[in-house]
């Protein structure tokens, strides 16, 4: 059974940094696309990175673009948001997303606040 889990959220000042973990099982995550999106309170679900099986070409939402940046260990078949030069508006839960044989497949969240 695919299953993604998140961590690495927290409360963080801003201008910080944090590193989020997306971990997979049931699933080898090399060969497919993974992304993060994110969900502000009383907002829809922003896509801010997505990547190719070869993070060859990477899309990131101009909100994020220059400041976080997505990755991968396939030895640890986990994959990773670094998040750098927070600002309270980055403030959301982080879901991080796999497309596989056609379906999208998300994690639980982790929740990110960025205190001014």
């Known amino acids: 059974q695919l299953q993604l889990v998140e961590s690495g959220g927290g409360l963080v000042e801003s201008g910080g940094s944090l590193r989020l973990s997306c971990a997979a099982s049931?699933?080898?995550?090399?060969?497919?696309?993974i992304g993060w999106f994110r969900q502000a309170p009383g907002k829809g679900r922003e896509g801010i990175t997505c990547?190719?099986?070869?993070?060859?070409?990477?899309y990131y939402g101009d909100s994020v673009k220059g400041r976080f940046t997505i990755s991968r260990d396939n030895a640890k078949n986990t994959g990773y948001l670094q998040m750098n030069s927070l600002k309270p508006e980055d403030t959301a839960v982080y879901y991080c997303?796999?497309?596989?044989?056609?379906?999208?497949?998300w994690g639980q969240g982790t929740q990110v606040t960025v205190s001014s």
């Open positions: 990547t190719s099986v070869t993070i060859g070409t990477t």
């Open positions: 049931g699933v080898a995550l090399e060969g497919y696309r």
């Open positions: 997303m796999i497309f596989y044989r056609s379906a999208i497949y």
